[in-house]
């Protein structure tokens, strides 16, 4: 389980979080909504450790990832798996030695076994035949699967998705969404999803967190989130015609 | 001046948390092939034509009958050995080189490779800057010794084949009154400009924050930074050494 407490962020003279708190368990789907520049990418940044908070707390199963010592913060780091807005792929690297990469720097495990584990997680996202390929050979959704094969490979406890749906059409957005989905579940991870995607809210949103300018101004599922009162979101759902009219 | 203190945190991170010593060794393999290997053939262009033209121009300078034409072999193998080799091709590969470092590390950081290594808990300037620098180190002073041999040969045929020197005249002026310690002197700046080099160039690079526009940016400064440092501790090295 991962908990926030009071989570604050401020760069320059602009605060972009202010006293984010909230819970994410495990085998749950969460997701962090809002539009553009509300705090988004930030918290999750906050979350994974690459920004510090300028106050909160960040506790995985009660313990602290921020104020934790350094032995702490390497055993949550090594429970983490973070799939990235691009996906990060290493470029110098081939498929299947970025989805090793993690195995090969943090494990003492035989090659062969490393290589099996990484050949498991990429059939997992349906990737096995393009193991040997470039990143820049690859489409931006089978780019996206790697980096999710990547992210589970040491067997996370704690999945991070930055924007999965980013630059994809609906189609490969769903399918990337049904796979987080079904991994969160077969796995027993906990999930975070930051996204601004409407379908993934409606398809894979079991926790929902709404964030405008900074704050969390909803909480709630994908069952009542069509329901909200509050303007600021109901603004952010039914931006699109469609919704609109179908309202 | 924050620019100078923030150069000294960052390399100072290179040293903490470091990777395992196969880590280094695998990739310091494969960066003296890109920082080496590939730059052969521009620092030989560059030195064989920078001693052929100081060759040429040594000669035209000496108009005087009474200054034997050994003098010409003499200024090219001293002005080799001590500034074109050392200087001219770490400045050639602070633009090859430099600009290479500081565009790779640049485009890494905002695709967010950076951060991926970061979340996994690996200090990623260790382990992408360190590896540059130490084959950088070793790769540097192997081109500038490339680069002084074929600069003298690039003296000796220009001058041979123009008729300006013979060359019996030429080798005997490379033999005469030569300074073991030049060479040795030479080397030591070849370290220190490589350090520089490598280490400015990843400093703008894995500080780009932006996109593309931000990397080609980081890069040019990289460069010019570069430069300017191997000059002014080309000096200060000749100050302090000689």
């Given at each position: 389980m991962i908990e926030i407490k009071n989570i604050a962020k401020t760069f320059g003279d602009r605060q972009v979080l202010a006293g984010i708190s909230g819970t994410f368990r495990p085998g749950e789907t969460s997701l962090i909504i809002g539009g553009s520049g509300t705090g988004k990418s930030v918290l999750l940044k906050c979350m994974i450790g690459l920004v510090k908070p300028d106050q909160g707390e960040v506790?995985?199963?009660?313990?602290?990832?921020?104020?934790?010592?350094?032995?702490?913060?390497?055993?949550?780091?090594?429970?983490?798996?973070?799939?990235?807005?691009?996906?990060?792929?290493?470029?110098?690297?081939?498929?299947?030695?970025?989805?090793?990469?993690?195995?090969?720097?943090?494990?003492?495990?035989?090659?062969?076994?490393?290589?099996?584990?990484?050949?498991?997680c990429l059939q997992r996202v349906g990737l096995e035949a393009a193991a040997e390929r470039m990143p820049s050979e690859l489409s931006g959704g089978m780019k996206k699967r790697v980096?999710?094969?990547?992210?589970?490979?040491?067997?996370?406890?704690?999945?991070f998705c930055d924007e999965p749906n980013s630059g994809l059409d609906p189609l490969?957005?769903?399918?990337?969404?049904?796979?987080?989905k079904e991994i969160t579940d077969e796995f027993n991870i906990t999930t975070v999803v930051i996204t601004h995607d409407m379908n993934s809210?409606?398809?894979?949103?079991?926790?929902?967190?709404?964030?405008?300018?900074?704050?969390?101004?909803?909480?709630?599922?994908?069952?009542t989130i069509t329901r909200s009162t509050v303007p600021e979101l109901n603004e952010f759902i039914y931006a699109n015609k469609l919704l609109r009219d179908i309202k | 001046m924050s620019h100078i203190g923030k150069y000294f945190i960052f390399l100072g991170t290179l040293f903490t948390n470091r990777e395992k010593f196969r880590v280094y060794y695998r990739l310091v393999m494969e960066e003296c092939i890109s920082i080496g290997i590939k730059s052969v053939f521009i620092v030989s262009i560059v030195s064989t034509f920078i001693g052929a033209v100081t060759c040429v121009q040594t000669a035209y300078n000496?108009?005087?009958?009474?200054?034997?034409?050994?003098?010409?072999?003499?200024?090219?193998?001293?002005?080799?050995?001590?500034?074109?080799?050392?200087?001219?091709?770490?400045?050639?590969?602070?633009?090859k080189v430099g600009s290479n470092i500081a565009s790779q590390l640049g485009t890494m950081r905002i695709?967010?490779?950076?951060?991926?290594?970061?979340?996994?808990?690996?200090?990623?300037?260790?382990?992408?800057?360190?590896?540059?620098?130490?084959?950088?180190?070793?790769?540097?002073?192997?081109?500038?010794?490339?680069?002084?041999?074929?600069?003298?040969?690039?003296?000796?045929?220009?001058?041979?084949?123009?008729?300006?020197i013979t060359p019996q005249d030429y080798i005997y002026g490379l033999r005469s009154d030569f300074k073991p310690f030049s060479v040795t002197f030479a080397l030591i700046k070849s370290v220190v400009?490589?350090?520089?080099?490598?280490?400015?160039?990843?400093?703008?690079?894995?500080?780009?924050?932006?996109?593309?526009?931000?990397?080609?940016?980081?890069?040019?400064?990289?460069?010019?930074?570069?430069?300017?440092?191997?000059?002014?501790?080309?000096f200060l090295l000749a100050q302090l050494l000689l």
């Amino acid at each position: 389980m991962i908990e926030i407490k009071n989570i604050a962020k401020t760069f320059g003279d602009r605060q972009v979080l202010a006293g984010i708190s909230g819970t994410f368990r495990p085998g749950e789907t969460s997701l962090i909504i809002g539009g553009s520049g509300t705090g988004k990418s930030v918290l999750l940044k906050c979350m994974i450790g690459l920004v510090k908070p300028d106050q909160g707390e960040v506790l995985y199963n009660g313990r602290n990832f921020l104020t934790g010592d350094e032995e702490v913060q390497k055993e949550i780091r090594r429970e983490m798996g973070v799939l990235f807005q691009g996906s990060a792929l290493f470029d110098s690297k081939t498929v299947l030695e970025n989805v090793q990469f993690p195995l090969d720097m943090l494990t003492e495990t035989p090659s062969a076994e490393k290589e099996e584990r990484a050949m498991f997680c990429l059939q997992r996202v349906g990737l096995e035949a393009a193991a040997e390929r470039m990143p820049s050979e690859l489409s931006g959704g089978m780019k996206k699967r790697v980096g999710i094969a990547r992210a589970i490979v040491m067997n996370p406890k704690y999945l991070f998705c930055d924007e999965p749906n980013s630059g994809l059409d609906p189609l490969t957005s769903i399918k990337i969404d049904q796979l987080i989905k079904e991994i969160t579940d077969e796995f027993n991870i906990t999930t975070v999803v930051i996204t601004h995607d409407m379908n993934s809210m409606l398809e894979i949103g079991e926790k929902i967190m709404f964030l405008y300018k900074g704050l969390k101004m909803w909480e709630g599922d994908n069952s009542t989130i069509t329901r909200s009162t509050v303007p600021e979101l109901n603004e952010f759902i039914y931006a699109n015609k469609l919704l609109r009219d179908i309202k | 001046m924050s620019h100078i203190g923030k150069y000294f945190i960052f390399l100072g991170t290179l040293f903490t948390n470091r990777e395992k010593f196969r880590v280094y060794y695998r990739l310091v393999m494969e960066e003296c092939i890109s920082i080496g290997i590939k730059s052969v053939f521009i620092v030989s262009i560059v030195s064989t034509f920078i001693g052929a033209v100081t060759c040429v121009q040594t000669a035209y300078n000496l108009v005087s009958p009474l200054i034997p034409l050994s003098i010409i072999a003499v200024i090219v193998r001293d002005s080799t050995i001590l500034e074109l080799a050392p200087t001219i091709t770490s400045v050639v590969l602070a633009g090859k080189v430099g600009s290479n470092i500081a565009s790779q590390l640049g485009t890494m950081r905002i695709t967010e490779q950076i951060d991926a290594l970061e979340v996994i808990g690996i200090n990623s300037s260790s382990y992408l800057v360190l590896p540059k620098m130490i084959a950088s180190m070793v790769m540097f002073p192997l081109l500038i010794i490339l680069a002084g041999f074929l600069s003298i040969w690039g003296g000796y045929v220009a001058g041979t084949l123009t008729d300006i020197i013979t060359p019996q005249d030429y080798i005997y002026g490379l033999r005469s009154d030569f300074k073991p310690f030049s060479v040795t002197f030479a080397l030591i700046k070849s370290v220190v400009f490589a350090i520089l080099i490598s280490s400015i160039s990843a400093y703008q690079g894995y500080n780009v924050r932006g996109g593309a526009l931000e990397v080609g940016a980081a890069s040019t400064t990289a460069v010019t930074n570069s430069c300017i440092a191997v000059l002014a501790a080309d000096f200060l090295l000749a100050q302090l050494l000689l």
